[in-house]
Nanobody, 126 residues
Framework: QVQLVESGGGSVQAGGSLRLSCAASVRTFNLYTAGWFRQAPGKEREYVAAISWQGGSTDYADSVKGRFTISRDNARNTVYLQMNSLKPEDTAVYYC???????????????????WGQGTQVTVSS
């Protein structure tokens, strides 16, 4: 059974940084595309970023491009999200996702990912 466990969330002031981690309990993690979504209160789940199974290709939502960086360490079965220059509108629960069959054209669709973490809260105050 695949499990994803996020960590690293917390509270920070605007302009600050946080680094989220997601540890996956799957032997073939290196075969999965990994990504992050977020959901703010009263809003729909929103795509944040994704990274290919070897880490050679990344993709970002326009709202985080230039501020967030997604990376992965397949030896540790872990995907990261480095978040810099945080804004109050980044406040949300952040979810880690993985899937073996998501394509470049469907990276931003939450329904395309089979496995989700439990989420970690990020709160940015002004």
């Amino acid at each position: 059974q695949v499990q994803l466990v996020e960590s690293g969330g917390g509270s920070v002031q605007a302009g600050g940084s946080l680094r989220l981690s997601c540890a996956a309990s799957v032997r073939t993690f290196n075969l999965y595309t990994a990504g992050w979504f977020r959901q703010a209160p009263g809003k729909e789940r929103e795509y944040v970023a994704a990274i290919s199974w070897q880490g050679g290709s990344t993709d970002y939502a326009d709202s985080v491009k230039g501020r967030f960086t997604i990376s992965r360490d397949n030896a540790r079965n872990t995907v990261y999200l480095q978040m810099n220059s945080l804004k109050p509108e980044d406040t949300a629960v952040y979810y880690c996702v993985i899937d073996r069959n998501v394509t470049k054209t469907t990276l931003n669709r939450p329904g395309e990912y089979d496995y989700w973490g439990q989420g970690t809260q990020v709160t940015v105050s002004s």
